[in-house]
């Protein structure tokens, strides 16, 4: 079992940044995959970026390619997604997830288990 918590969310203009923090709790370590998912409002749920357990492997999505950056420190068993030059179809409640089938890997899923979410909104 483990625990998700996601934090750092909030209110920017278009071309700010954010940085969403991941923190698990529950477990001594965490070095398993984790991956940030997205759901903006009347949208289905999109996949963000992946990091493998040690970090070595990251994946990302399409429309954040170039813009967000997944890191961790195992040490703080905390994963981040750094989001720069962000726009209003950033607009959404930010998850991440976790599970313990591949911790080499990076990937879109499945996940077992999801934090509760933090809100991102991008003003015009």
């Known amino acids: 079992q483990v625990q998700l918590v996601e934090s750092g969310g909030g209110l920017v203009q278009t071309g700010g940044s954010l940085r969403l923090s991941c923190a698990a709790s529950g477990r001594t370590s965490w070095p398993y995959r984790v991956g940030w998912f997205r759901q903006g409002p009347g949208k289905e749920r999109d996949f963000v970026a992946a990091?493998?357990?040690?970090?070595?492997?990251?994946t990302y999505g399409n429309s954040v390619k170039g813009r967000f950056t997944i890191s961790r420190e195992n040490a703080k068993n905390s994963v981040y997604l750094q989001m720069n030059n962000l726009t209003p179809d950033d607009t959404a409640i930010y998850y991440c997830a976790t599970d313990f089938r591949a911790p080499t890997m990076a990937t879109k899923g499945p996940y077992d288990y999801w934090g509760q979410g933090t809100q991102v909104s991008v003003s015009s």
């Open positions: 990091i493998s357990g040690n970090g070595g492997i990251t």
